[in-house]
T-cell receptor, first 115, second 118 residues
Framework: AQSVTQPDIHITVSEGASLELRCNYS??????LFWYVQSPGQGLQLLLK??????LVQGIKGFEAEFKRSQSSFNLRKPSVHWSDAAEYFC?????????????FGAGTRLAVHP | GAGVSQSPSNKVTEKGKDVELRCDPI?????LYWYRQSLGQGLEFLIY????????KSGLPSDRFSAERTGGSVSTLTIQRTQQEDSAVYLC????????????????FGPGTRLTVL
């Protein structure tokens, strides 16, 4: 069965520090992978997605993620974190069925940023 | 343009009552999804609509849950005889819905409806 694991429930970093959020997936076929961010009281906003091609994917707000098939991972990175990045981050795999995606989400990682 | 909107933003109800949650997708989007975000289960898929096709209801947790989409636009999620375990944030998402390749579309999420069952 498809699944997504985000090992870190909560991460705290200092503003300006680098960030890496971990994501591991289990999926039988070529995965379609996503990172979403959710700010308090807001819906989910797509940061980036991977379908095929270059395994290093650039997204919005300075985020990037690298797909590593051998490790079944899709970790999210940012070289320098801003206070406004404090939010909850969700990794998801698209379980394609009938031409559309049922997103399977990880449990999320809550990011706190210290000034 | 306007994004996905959901109403109400918050709903408090008593156990056993029925509730209706509404989703207005982005104009022109033909595909619509409902997800539920709860403390115990995280984010989980509930139901999918595409145009006039039969919906994929495989994620609905029980027969107390139903959804419809009128005129290919607005969708209503109905929960009958609510239980405390139904308390969650219900999220709606829409995509343009390109035939056969919708899996590449970005799902645009609304702000959600927070349901509290007392």
């Amino acid at each position: 069965a498809q699944s997504v694991t985000q090992p870190d429930i909560h991460i705290t970093v200092s503003e300006g520090a680098s960030l890496e959020l971990r994501c591991n997936y289990s999926y039988g076929a070529t995965p379609y992978l996503f990172w979403y961010v959710q700010s308090p009281g807001q819906g989910l906003q797509l940061l980036l997605k991977y379908f095929s091609g270059d395994t290093l994917v650039q997204g919005i707000k300075g985020f990037e993620a690298e797909f590593k098939r051998s490790q079944s991972s899709f970790n999210l990175r940012k070289p320098s974190v801003h206070w406004s990045d404090a939010a909850e981050y969700f990794c998801a795999v698209g379980a394609v069925s009938g031409g559309y995606n049922k997103l399977i989400f990880g449990a999320g990682t809550r990011l706190a940023v210290h000034p | 343009g306007a994004g996905v909107s959901q109403s109400p933003s918050n709903k408090v109800t008593e156990k056993g009552k029925d509730v209706e949650l509404r989703c207005d997708p982005i104009s022109g989007h033909t595909a619509l999804y409902w997800y539920r975000q709860s403390l115990g289960q995280g984010l989980e898929f509930l139901i999918y609509f595409q145009g006039n096709s039969a919906p994929d209801k495989s994620g609905l947790p029980s027969d107390r849950f139903s959804a419809e989409r009128t005129g290919g636009s607005v969708s209503t999620l109905t929960i009958q005889r609510t239980q405390q375990e139904d308390s969650a944030v219900y999220l709606c998402a829409s995509t343009p819905g390109r035939d056969g390749r919708e899996y590449t579309d970005t799902q645009y999420f609304g702000p959600g409806t927070r349901l509290t069952v007392l």
